[in-house]
């Protein structure tokens, strides 16, 4: 089985500050994409929901998925952007300390 989209997540938090961010997206593209525009868009910034937002956004404008079997190039657009926003969720509760159980979602 292969992935329709996937989204990476690393992040350095001072507090509520991301001080560093590493994004990368899986099958949206040729190769791994880094999100680099995505990763601005957290770097020195609270974490808040339009600065997340913005992250999604900057990421699903990086993608470049085409369409094939397992979906359109707007599905996989919308999809890379739901997965990249659960991530940062999932590593923001990390660098917090917490222990989170992460997988794959088949859908």
């Given at each position: 089985?292969?992935?329709?989209?996937?989204?990476?997540?690393?992040?350095?938090?001072?507090?509520?500050?991301?001080?560093?961010?590493?994004?990368?997206l899986?099958?949206?593209?040729?190769?791994?994409?880094?999100?680099?525009?995505?990763?601005?868009?957290?770097?020195?910034?609270?974490?808040?929901?339009?600065?997340?937002?913005a992250?999604?956004?900057?990421?699903?404008?990086?993608?470049?998925?085409?369409?094939?079997?397992?979906?359109?190039?707007?599905?996989?657009?919308?999809?890379?952007?739901?997965?990249?926003?659960?991530?940062?969720?999932?590593?923001?509760?990390?660098?917090?300390?917490?222990?989170?159980?992460?997988?794959?979602?088949?859908?």
């Amino acid at each position: 089985m292969y992935p329709t989209a996937s989204a990476a997540v690393q992040l350095t938090m001072d507090g509520e500050v991301c001080k560093d961010a590493a994004i990368a997206l899986g099958c949206v593209g040729l190769t791994a994409i880094k999100a680099k525009d995505a990763e601005a868009a957290l770097r020195g910034q609270r974490l808040t929901g339009k600065t997340i937002a913005a992250a999604v956004e900057a990421a699903r404008a990086a993608a470049e998925p085409q369409s094939d079997m397992r979906g359109s190039a707007d599905y996989k657009r919308t999809l890379v952007g739901a997965l990249l926003k659960r991530a940062i969720d999932i590593a923001i509760r990390r660098a917090r300390g917490e222990t989170v159980e992460a997988g794959h979602i088949y859908a």
